[in-house]
Structures are given as structure tokens and as C-alpha cells.
């Protein structure tokens, strides 16, 4: 089997930039370790900045998201009892953010490859890159009871933080940086009613909490729970109890109850590996990258990857311009620090780090009272939400 680049992974890096280069006739073959359904079972993140709604515009995959997906021109911020609205179309001159699922953006790029009629394989075991370092790499991987040889001349490693794509480069040739934070985030999906037409991220002693959406009928919570914490010592009742202690009170006694449809609790880390490139393999999103979900850029950070890598291909394909692509890893990767930045300093002020530590808690407060007063203030904040601009190839 041949084709001209090899994707690992069919989430959504895999699958953005498969369809962006098969629009500019660039042949790709995805590879992808789970089912089809698997993949859309997960539950993840539900907030796109302009520059990926941009993106999956150019994708072709803009109509349903269109219909459905929810722009959010703000969002408020809650602690020490008070609530303050971020006016991100005000603060960054028209910028705004999308609410439309991850889930929904996987589910509309993988129909639109199959209507693309482009190979996906699912299901495929023990994929392995090689002669990475060389001009003819290749893809090793068993597919229905198949070994198959994937030849290509690049290869995107977009298979997640536990891929096997980070894995092929030597480990004496990348360096990784990262930051453990001690707690993680209790996620519940139910159909009810969001409790405010806006996102609102509130800070407070018992636990950071997030309201989110992903339609007006459809709601995402979280509560901030110690890392040794079991989803089955959370009923529904205890979910809902928890989330209205560390709301204001007048929006817990707003808020609608009900079964939830999915509860799961992901540890929030920090993580960023460099170089992103090795030869002819390049690190596509979460497999190069994870963010606390705090700032809601673990998505957008993967869909700026792939806008680079996508633009440096056509480049190639289009004018041959080889010499360009060494500059993937530096040019995602100033964009990247910024993202992490930002989502390590939301998640430092909104967090409960320790109990005892009662410096840190008035540290946290004054922080917000003072962002949160200040226009330069809430303009840093804005600015960041809404995604800073795309860094230019050359
Ligand atoms: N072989 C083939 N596929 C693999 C392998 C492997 N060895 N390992 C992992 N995969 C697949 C996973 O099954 C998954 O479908 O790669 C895909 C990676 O997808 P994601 O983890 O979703 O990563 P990515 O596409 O970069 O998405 C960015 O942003 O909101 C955040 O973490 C959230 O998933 C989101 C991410
Ligand atoms: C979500 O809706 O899942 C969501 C929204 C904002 C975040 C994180 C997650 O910061």
C-alpha cells in the first residue's frame, strides 16, 4: 500500500488534516488503533476558537456546526461570591468562541472522509513507524488478520498522549517538559438544561467547578476531585449536591437536575515534548502536547498544529518546498508555549491547591480581583480564550 502521507490516529488531528489535504488532492491514509464508534464514544472538550472554526470551514465540515454549534460572545468568572462576565467580542474587537462538542467535529469529519471515499483503516493493531530518518518511511501494521506495509513519504503521528508516534523517536533526541497537578476533573454529561446561557468558571474553597454545554438541552459540568477519587463513589444526587455548594446561590437554585448520560474523571496535566519533527514524522496535537483543560485549548492547540502542518505540505506538494518543513516544530511550538501558559495560570488561579496553604488562597483572590477590575486585565484573558492568531510559516 502506498499513499503520500501516513496518518496515525483518527481523532480529531488525524481527521482534520486528512480532509484539508485531500481537498488540495494530497493523498493520506489514517490508521487508527480503535473502532469507529469507539473513538466517538469518548466525551471530550466542547469550546472552538475562531481560527479552528476557520479551519473546518476550510475542511468543508462547516454545516452542521453552522446549524447547531453555539457562539458564545462571553463567559463569566465566580469567586469570593462574586461574578464577573469576560466580554470577549468587546475585548478583542469582534473575536468570539464556538460551543460545539469534539464529539460532533469527529463525527462530521469522519462522514465527510467517507463521502471523500479516502481510506481510513480501523481497528488496525501494532502500527509501527520506520526509516523515519530516511526519504522512504513506512508504516508496519496488522489489519484484519493482514500485514500490511504503508509506504509514504511523510508520516503525521496524531495518535494522542499515548500513542506509539512519540514513541519511534529516539529518546536521547527530544526533551519533554512537564507539570503534574495534584487533583483532577469530575466530568458529567446529562440532558438538562444548562444552567446559564453562559460558560461560567468559578473558583472557590470547596473545589474549582466549570458549567459547560453543548446544547440548550444538553449540559457539561465538572468538579474539581482528588486524584485518588472513584467515579463509582459519585451518584448523580452527590454530583449535583457538590456543584451547588460552589455555586453562587442564586445559580445552584437555577440549576436543573437530572440522570446523567456519562461521568468520568481525567488528571490534568501540563505536558510539551521538543522537537516535534524527527526526520520525516511529525507530532501532531495531543501526541506533542497536553494542556489543563482550564483554558479550553487542548482542542484548539491540535487543530493550530495541523493548520501548520497542513500549510507546509501544500507547500511542498504544490511549489516543492522542501526547505520549509524544518520549521514545523518551532512554529507550532511558540503558539504552543502560550496556550500552555495560559492554561497553567487559569488553572493555578481557580484551583484549591492545599487547604492549609492560606497564602496561596489570598494570592489566588487578590490575582482575580485584580484581572477581573483591570481592562488589561480582562483583556489578557480574553485575548487568550479566543485563541491568539496562527504563527506564519515564513
Ligand atoms: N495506533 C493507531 N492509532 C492510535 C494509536 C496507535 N498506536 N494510539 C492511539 N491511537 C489513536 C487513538 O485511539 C485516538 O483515536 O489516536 C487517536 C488520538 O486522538 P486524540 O487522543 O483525540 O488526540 P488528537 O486527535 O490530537 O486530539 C486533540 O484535544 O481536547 C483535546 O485531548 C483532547 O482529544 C483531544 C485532543
Ligand atoms: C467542555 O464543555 O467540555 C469544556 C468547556 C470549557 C473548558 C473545558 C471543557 O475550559
Redesign the pocket.
Given at each position: 500500500m502506498k499513499t503520500q502521507v501516513a496518518i496515525?490516529?483518527?481523532?480529531?488531528?488525524?481527521?482534520?488534516l486528512g480532509q484539508l489535504l485531500h481537498r488540495q488532492g494530497i493523498d493520506n491514509v489514517i490508521?487508527?488503533?480503535?473502532s469507529g464508534e469507539?473513538?466517538l464514544s469518548?466525551i471530550?472538550?466542547g469550546v472552538l476558537e475562531q481560527g479552528m472554526v476557520d479551519l473546518l470551514r476550510e475542511a468543508g465540515v462547516d454545516q452542521r456546526m453552522d446549524q447547531e454549534g453555539l457562539p458564545h460572545d462571553g463567559f463569566e468568572l465566580v469567586f469570593d461570591n462574586r461574578r464577573v462576565r469576560v466580554a470577549l467580542d468587546e475585548l478583542t474587537g469582534g473575536s468570539n468562541v464556538m460551543v460545539y462538542g469534539?464529539t460532533e467535529v469527529?463525527r462530521d469529519l469522519m462522514e465527510a472522509r467517507e463521502a471523500a471515499g479516502a481510506t481510513t483503516l480501523y481497528e488496525?493493531?501494532?502500527?509501527q513507524p520506520h526509516d523515519l530518518e530516511s526519504d522512504h518511511p513506512y508504516l508496519t501494521?496488522e489489519h484484519n488478520g493482514e500485514t500490511i506495509k504503508l509506504e509514504c513519504d511523510y508520516i503525521a503521528g496524531?495518535?494522542?498522549?499515548?500513542?506509539?508516534?512519540r514513541q519511534a523517536i529516539p529518546q536521547e533526541r527530544i526533551k519533554a517538559f512537564e507539570k503534574v497537578y495534584p487533583f483532577g476533573w469530575l466530568g458529567m454529561l446529562s440532558d438538562t438544561p444548562p444552567v446559564s446561557d453562559e460558560l461560567i468558571y468559578s473558583r472557590h474553597e470547596r473545589g474549582f467547578s466549570l458549567c459547560s454545554m453543548r446544547s440548550a438541552t444538553r449540559s457539561r459540568y465538572y468538579l474539581q476531585v482528588p486524584l485518588d477519587e472513584k467515579v463509582e463513589d459519585w451518584s448523580d444526587e452527590r454530583f449535583w449536591e457538590e456543584l451547588k455548594r460552589r455555586l453562587p446561590d442564586e445559580v445552584a437554585a437555577k440549576l436543573v437536575t437530572g440522570p446523567s448520560i456519562e461521568k468520568s474523571i481525567a488528571p490534568l496535566r501540563s505536558y510539551v515534548v521538543e522537537p516535534m519533527q524527527h526526520g520525516r514524522l511529525f507530532l501532531?496535537?495531543?501526541?506533542a502536547h497536553?494542556v489543563p483543560?482550564t483554558g479550553a485549548k487542548?482542542?484548539?492547540?491540535?487543530a493550530s498544529?495541523v493548520n501548520t502542518l497542513y500549510r507546509l505540505m501544500v507547500k511542498v506538494y504544490q511549489e516543492g518546498r522542501t526547505d520549509l518543513i524544518e520549521r514545523y516544530s518551532q512554529t507550532c511550538l511558540k503558539r504552543i508555549w502560550k496556550a500552555e501558559r495560559f492554561s497553567w495560570w487559569m488553572t493555578s488561579m481557580l484551583h484549591n491547591f492545599s487547604d492549609e496553604d492560606d497564602f496561596n488562597s489570598r494570592m489566588q483572590l487578590a490575582e482575580l480581583d485584580y484581572v477581573t477590575s483591570s481592562q488589561a486585565g480582562l483583556t489578557t484573558i480574553a485575548e487568550n480564550y479566543v485563541g491568539l492568531p496562527y504563527e506564519p510559516l515564513e
Open positions: 496515525i490516529g483518527a481523532g480529531p488531528s488525524g481527521l482534520l490508521v487508527e488503533r480503535r469507539y473513538v469518548r471530550r472538550a469534539q469527529t488496525a493493531d501494532n502500527v501494521l496524531c495518535d494522542g498522549y499515548h500513542g506509539v508516534s501532531v496535537g495531543d501526541a497536553i483543560p487542548g482542542l484548539n492547540l491540535a498544529d
